[in-house]
């Protein structure tokens, strides 16, 4: 649903103005320094960027799932570092706390991540723990008005810089699957916290994971999402419902910016007397990875306004993000093709490309996670 469209293409007009003449002339310092620059973070927080999909009570823009797609298809033309930095306060890191949480938690946390003061990350991965996320191991027993945490989350987007994150903990040990898991709202500085080495990544330098350890860390009862024990699984499949369509918006916008690079490289590279964008063998790879990111930017929208219905989207979330990032890679792959040599080095931003966005059919749920998902969906409204 888009609210009103001239507002809409202000912002997005402001936004690609902004990735356009700050952030792609950035790209590579931020590859080469593997940090986002303060300048370009306060800016980020001019323009209230971290508070896209905080509703307006809570002081951040209030953007519907299909306004927020509209702005991530120019947020992913430009190295999907500086997405992450803003990505988790407008998704996983702040979706929970929305969708479950408690008013206090509500006013308490949400207008510090809108305005960037706070910057959060979502903890559910774990060593032993991937995608099978309902097996996590880190516990939380309760201690009088507490409970007390302990267990180790791995590969946390954010971590390095968050203030707050969100914890998915097994509150109830006899409970193995996730009716179990409780989810929590852990502030950084509670004791007991450390933070493990910078994960040394293929891709996406500037946008930070490592390991969240947790031992003995009190946590104040009234922490918990929404007060409710054992429904934390669930919240974080909700959380990643929308993730997953917010990440398929992702691809679309960095399939489109390596296509358009490609284009241009393809109409003034000669080879055999002429542009190589003259000979049928590019041209369908043009033509493929074009149709491709048009089916996908499609999909995505399609998906954005059955949620901002309020249908439940999770068959067409998984479709979108399964679709899109496979897509994205499958275009950087040509892209990495039609350049030739020059594709492999790092002269060409594709070369960046080609790396960063393989983190997209992983993070989130992998592709066969997506399948699994969607398979299982059609079972069960078959039955
Ligand atoms: N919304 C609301 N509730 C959901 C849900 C959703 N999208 N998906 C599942 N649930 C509920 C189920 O209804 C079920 O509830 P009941 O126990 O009351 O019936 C409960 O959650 C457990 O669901 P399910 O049985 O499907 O859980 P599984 O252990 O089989 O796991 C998958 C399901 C594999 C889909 C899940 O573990 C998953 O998404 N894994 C990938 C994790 C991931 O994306 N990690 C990325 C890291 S975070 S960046």
Same mark, same amino acid.
């Given at each position: 649903m888009i609210r009103d469209p001239e507002t809409l293409n202000i912002l997005t007009d402001t936004l690609s103005q902004f990735v356009d003449e700050v952030l792609i002339p950035r790209e590579q310092e931020v590859a080469e320094t593997d940090a986002i620059p303060q300048d370009v973070i306060d800016q980020m927080k001019e323009l209230g960027m971290f508070g896209l999909t905080i509703p307006e009570e809570y002081d951040? =823009?209030?953007?519907t799932m299909e306004e927020e797609v509209n702005i991530v298809f120019q947020l992913g033309r430009t190295s999907p570092a500086f997405r992450s930095y803003i990505g988790t306060n407008n998704g996983i890191g702040s979706i929970g706390i929305l969708l479950d949480g408690t008013e206090e938690q509500k006013q308490h946390y949400l207008p510090k991540l809108a305005s960037g003061e706070l910057l959060s990350s979502f903890c559910l991965t774990e060593p032993d723990s991937g995608s099978d996320? %309902?097996? =996590? $191991?880190t516990t939380a027993v309760r201690d009088g008005d507490h409970y007390v945490l302990n267990g180790t989350k791995r590969f946390i987007t954010n971590a390095p810089e968050a203030g707050v994150y969100t914890v998915m903990a097994r509150t109830n040990p006899e409970i193995k699957g996730s009716g179990g898991i409780s989810a929590f709202i852990v502030?950084?500085?509670?004791?007991g916290i450390t933070l493990g080495k910078p994960d040394q990544k293929?891709?996406? $330098?500037g946008a930070h994971t490592c390991d969240v350890i947790f031992e003995n860390v009190r946590v104040p009862a009234d922490h918990i999402i929404g007060g409710v024990e054992g429904v934390g699984f669930k919240t974080a499949m909700k959380v990643l419902d929308k993730g997953r369509l917010h990440i398929a918006a992702l691809s679309v916008g960095a399939a489109e910016r390596m296509l358009d690079d490609t284009l241009k490289y393809a109409m003034e590279r000669k080879q055999f007397g002429q542009p190589i964008a003259n000979f049928q063998l590019v041209q369908a790879m043009l033509a493929d990875s074009k149709a491709e990111i048009y089916a996908s930017r499609c999909m995505v929208l399609d998906a954005a306004r059955k949620r901002d219905e309020g249908l439940n989207v999770s068959t067409e979330a998984s479709c979108a993000k399964m679709f899109a990032t496979e897509m994205c890679s499958r275009v950087a792959d040509r892209c990495v093709q039609i350049h030739?040599? %020059?594709? !492999?080095?790092?002269? !060409?931003a594709i070369e960046r490309f080609y790396r960063d966005v393989r983190l997209f059919r992983i993070y989130e749920g992998t592709t066969q996670i997506q399948q699994i998902v969607i398979a299982r969906n059609m079972i069960r409204d078959a039955e």
């Amino acid at each position: 649903m888009i609210r009103d469209p001239e507002t809409l293409n202000i912002l997005t007009d402001t936004l690609s103005q902004f990735v356009d003449e700050v952030l792609i002339p950035r790209e590579q310092e931020v590859a080469e320094t593997d940090a986002i620059p303060q300048d370009v973070i306060d800016q980020m927080k001019e323009l209230g960027m971290f508070g896209l999909t905080i509703p307006e009570e809570y002081d951040g =823009l209030g953007l519907t799932m299909e306004e927020e797609v509209n702005i991530v298809f120019q947020l992913g033309r430009t190295s999907p570092a500086f997405r992450s930095y803003i990505g988790t306060n407008n998704g996983i890191g702040s979706i929970g706390i929305l969708l479950d949480g408690t008013e206090e938690q509500k006013q308490h946390y949400l207008p510090k991540l809108a305005s960037g003061e706070l910057l959060s990350s979502f903890c559910l991965t774990e060593p032993d723990s991937g995608s099978d996320a %309902a097996s =996590l $191991k880190t516990t939380a027993v309760r201690d009088g008005d507490h409970y007390v945490l302990n267990g180790t989350k791995r590969f946390i987007t954010n971590a390095p810089e968050a203030g707050v994150y969100t914890v998915m903990a097994r509150t109830n040990p006899e409970i193995k699957g996730s009716g179990g898991i409780s989810a929590f709202i852990v502030d950084r500085s509670t004791p007991g916290i450390t933070l493990g080495k910078p994960d040394q990544k293929m891709g996406q $330098k500037g946008a930070h994971t490592c390991d969240v350890i947790f031992e003995n860390v009190r946590v104040p009862a009234d922490h918990i999402i929404g007060g409710v024990e054992g429904v934390g699984f669930k919240t974080a499949m909700k959380v990643l419902d929308k993730g997953r369509l917010h990440i398929a918006a992702l691809s679309v916008g960095a399939a489109e910016r390596m296509l358009d690079d490609t284009l241009k490289y393809a109409m003034e590279r000669k080879q055999f007397g002429q542009p190589i964008a003259n000979f049928q063998l590019v041209q369908a790879m043009l033509a493929d990875s074009k149709a491709e990111i048009y089916a996908s930017r499609c999909m995505v929208l399609d998906a954005a306004r059955k949620r901002d219905e309020g249908l439940n989207v999770s068959t067409e979330a998984s479709c979108a993000k399964m679709f899109a990032t496979e897509m994205c890679s499958r275009v950087a792959d040509r892209c990495v093709q039609i350049h030739g040599g %020059a594709g !492999y080095v790092s002269e !060409y931003a594709i070369e960046r490309f080609y790396r960063d966005v393989r983190l997209f059919r992983i993070y989130e749920g992998t592709t066969q996670i997506q399948q699994i998902v969607i398979a299982r969906n059609m079972i069960r409204d078959a039955e």
